[in-house]
């Protein structure tokens, strides 16, 4: 793909001054400058005219830095902390070129039965698979892209025949895209005409133990082909980096956020961190949701809890459902149609409060989440508090995420108060007691979330 003629690198004043007030590093030089104005975003008409339809006038950091790179054609490696609108990032470069391949008569979205996209999109969850799929129809229908979405703990023959009517872009899970991908006597997609790949949470993916499927949906998606390679990541360990290096083909490395190769919170998002005896974990929780009663200040505030097991999740629940704070749950333990049905009605706004497991930390990208608690801190996988209080916070609005921490937290306090630090938080003394002798937080020790 050859740039749009708009975009030109830069050195300008203007430039180095973005890019240093956004924690922003580009690791090549010559690249384009940022474009965070979203009427000048490289993208054709119809798609900006829809962008600028969503009540914002600039880009994200992230976006404003990918998105000129990305439509030059390069590979882009992407290092943002979660929140920072990463899916936007990669998902409307991917739209605008399957919508440039089509208007020039290179692609058509079906061919001798079997759908013939020309994207592949990974992430590591169906919550997560869901959205990209929904935000590729709503971005994708001004420019005539269409998107199917392969997940599982969903029938695989209702996707099939979603496939064999055609699409232009397939975003899913590794499981069921590799399910797909293999079926040797009848196959639905034509894999010749495929160009993009896109790894959205490529840290979280590996984790959950998907490295040998993403290497082996690679490998049949493309072989040796030639492709564009989106990888995003919130962190950047050794795994990551092998990964890295085996799908990309001279990419541009964007990190954005002081964290550089490691998590860090959100600044947007205020943390409160209540010391508490083990014994009172649940009185002040009780306190910490008076607000959002009926005729409260905060009530209809939407509102996430995290705890660490299933059966915690559903006493919380039964706990608020009987005192006037009507509340659904998330866990591995509900179907994924319950799961989609939650987190729709989360977002219309006819549930205001969700009690979930590590299960909705990621990927979980409703607008207007107010609030989160920590019930319980992660205890094995500490990463994944970035994660759940990054559900806050999102697309430019602040937000409070309350935590109670207890003596059994003391393993993993260094680690708090450090990302409390980097994200200008205030350390209650309470908590800053527990610091000297800590161990520092150390990625590498995550585990899989629970589902």
Known sequence: MQPPASITPSTSLGHVAYLAAHDIVIHEENMPQPIPVLRNAPFPPPLVRVLCEQGFTTASPVQAATWPIATMGRDVLAIAKTGSGKTLGFLLPVLSRCYTEKRNGRHTSSSAGACAPLALIMAPTRELALQIHSQAEKFGQCLQVRSVALYGGAPKKK??????????????????????????????????????????????????????????????????????????????????????????????????????????????????????????????????????????????????????MKVTVRRLAKWCNANGLVCEIMSGERSQAQRVATIKRFREGTVYIVIATDVASRGLDIKGIQHVINYELPRDNFMDYVHRIGRTGRAGATGVADSLFTEGDRVNSTSLIKLMKDAKQVIPAALAKYAPTRKTFDSSSEEEEEE
């Open 159 to 308: 996707q099939i025949k979603k496939l064999q009517r055609g699409a232009d872009v397939i975003v899913g899970t590794p499981g069921r895209i590799k399910d797909i991908l293999s079926m040797d006597r009848s196959p639905v997609i034509n894999v010749n005409t495929m160009c993009m790949l896109v790894l959205d949470e490529a840290d979280r993916m590996l984790d959950m133990g998907f490295e040998r499927d993403i290497r082996n949906i690679a490998w049949l998606a493309f072989q040796d082909r030639t492709k564009q390679t989106f990888f995003y990541s919130a962190t950047w360990p050794l795994a990551v980096q092998d990964v890295a290096a085996a799908l990309l083909c001279n990419p541009v490395k964007i990190t954005v956020g002081k964290g550089g190769n490691r998590l860090t919170a959100s600044t947007s998002v205020e943390q409160r961190v209540h010391v508490v005896a083990a014994s009172q974990r649940m009185p002040k929780f009780m306190e910490l949701m008076q607000p959002f009663k009926r005729n409260q200040p905060q009530f209809q505030q939407r509102v996430l809890v995290f705890a660490n």
